[in-house]
């Protein structure tokens, strides 16, 4: 069975591609959008797991252009968002599963399997009636993001409402494919039926399953009648679905943080991106555990596997750390500057972690003697780009911070990243280490009275930003 697994994270690619083979299939990596085409041009794969922070590449628009080129291959999707509208986007552009990170390693095998399962039957195809989902195959129900328990024969009745979705289902009916018979005056249908509503509807706002008087039952909205073409909602069902459509697709607002208020929404968008991006090297370290005991007395673990893993969970560390100075209470600013060394200094304070353990060598080339903006703002953004380097490398590299004086009144703080080794890929340049943030960052600079520079093809950030020279501090500089 041949995998295509695309996922720009090397480390974490080489290792589920490894386990994966130790499973029994023939799995061949895809770092990049350009990689993933080819591979599907030369050969049949019978599954692709698909990541969808992709690099530069929005995986959702891989998906849909995949899809939208006839492409049948069934894809699982890999996410670390888990919002029930993340996951129904998915599924709705031609996703057959969606997990979300960190998972388990034998869950991610699990469900390749059943995947391929229901490829070769498709009885055992997943079912799915709104936010309500049946995997005939791993045997198990889900509505949104809660995990519903059932009863054998609970599943048996749920499974054949949700293939007669939208329905009337007679109480004979149930009675015969569930229970084999057909005796008017039992109550079983009725009891199981209450049963199941209880777990399926209790908790959430929307009923699912309908009780037709005289007639029996339906799960989900009545199906259209032939020829009549989609039922007309009901203006709160309207509401709902306009709500969930821009929920998915709405942008981020690129509002700047100001300080003393409370964060705004692009904020925090930033602030998740850096937690987004934690789920990779957790990922990582956790199937590594999980496939290190499943190996446990085959000696198979190489030097390279162990050291690779401490550099994963080094990277997790230090993504902790960012996100925690990233939401850090700082005290008001004494004045308008602060030193650019001591603010690079306690910047860098909380990356030790990576600086100690050769993730990242810092190469210092700034001027101690210039003075930048006291907004607690900048330290805010120079932690996000350190975070998001980290966050989007899985190699070692060579960091140099320098800075050059534009004129009196601005200087150009630059952070370049070069691999410590020759990379058998290109390193993510200034615009993939960003990708989606870029709008929101950019306003942020801004309202600094900076600006961000960004060279397509170049490993470097550049902030453009006043500065105050020895013994100018005490004037205005703008």
């Avoid at 591609?17 to 023939?26: A, D, I, R, T, V």
């Avoid at 968002?81 to 998972?103: C, E, H, M, W």
């Avoid at 070069?418 to 615009?431: I, T």
Wanted: glycine share 6%; hydrophobic share 40%; charged share 25%.
């Amino acid at each position: 069975m041949s995998i295509l697994l695309a996922d720009d994270d090397a480390q974490l690619a080489t290792f589920l591609s490894k386990s994966l083979e130790s499973e029994g299939y023939s799995v061949h990596t895809a770092l990049d959008e350009n990689t993933v085409l080819a591979e599907l041009e030369r050969q049949n794969y019978k599954l692709i797991i698909l990541d969808l922070n992709f690099g530069q590449t929005d995986g959702l628009q891989l998906l849909e252009k995949l899809r939208s080129g006839g492409l049948e291959t069934p894809v699982m999707v890999l996410s670390a968002r888990n919002r029930v509208s993340d996951r129904i986007q998915s599924l709705n552009l031609g996703a057959d599963d969606y997990v979300t990170k960190p998972f388990s390693f034998q869950e991610l095998a699990a469900r390749a399997n059943a995947i391929l399962r229901r490829k070769a039957d498709p009885s055992l195809s997943v079912l799915r009636v709104e936010d309500l989902e049946l995997d005939p195959a791993l045997r198990k129900v889900r509505r949104g993001k809660r995990e519903i328990r059932l009863s054998p024969k609970e599943f048996g009745l749920l499974q054949y409402l949700m293939r007669h979705a939208g329905e009337t289902v007679t109480r004979k009916e149930l009675l015969q494919e569930s229970w084999g018979t057909q005796e008017t005056d039992s109550n079983l249908v009725d009891v199981y039926v209450n049963y199941l509503r209880k777990k399926i509807d209790s908790s959430s706002p929307e009923r699912l399953l309908h009780t037709i008087r005289g007639a029996g039952y339906r799960l989900g909205r009545a199906a259209p009648l032939r020829g009549t073409g989609s039922p007309s909602l009901s203006p709160q069902r309207e509401q709902h679905e306009v709500f969930s459509s821009s929920e998915m697709m709405a942008p981020a607002s690129a509002e700047p943080v100001q300080t003393g208020q409370t964060p705004s929404p692009a904020w925090r968008q930033l602030v998740h991106s850096v937690a987004h991006d934690l789920a990779q090297p957790l990922t990582s370290v956790r199937c590594f555990l999980e496939v290190l005991a499943m190996r446990a007395g085959t000696g198979a673990t190489t030097p390279a596997e162990v050291r690779g893993i401490e550099q994963q969970a080094d990277r997790a560390i230090a993504l902790v750390k960012g996100i925690s100075a990233m939401v850090r209470e700082v005290p008001a600013p004494a004045g308008p500057w602060f030193p650019l060394e001591v603010l690079l200094d306690e910047l860098f304070n909380d990356f030790t972690l990576v600086l100690n353990s050769g993730l990242i060598t810092l190469e210092r080339q700034w001027n101690p003697s210039l003075q930048v903006t006291s907004n607690p703002l900048l330290r805010q953004v120079l932690t996000l780009c350190i975070s998001k380097l980290i966050g989007r490398n899985t190699r070692p590299l060579v960091l140099a911070v320098s800075s050059m004086l534009i004129g009196e009144t601005h200087c150009d703080l630059q952070l370049r990243w070069r691999a410590v080794d020759a990379p058998p890929n290109p390193l993510p340049d200034g615009k993939n280490i960003l990708t989606k943030e870029l709008p929101a960052m950019r306003e942020m600079v801004y309202s600094l009275s900076g600006e961000l520079i960004l060279t397509e093809g170049h490993t470097e950030i550049t902030l453009r930003l006043p500065v105050a020279l020895p013994g100018s501090q005490g004037r205005s500089v703008h």
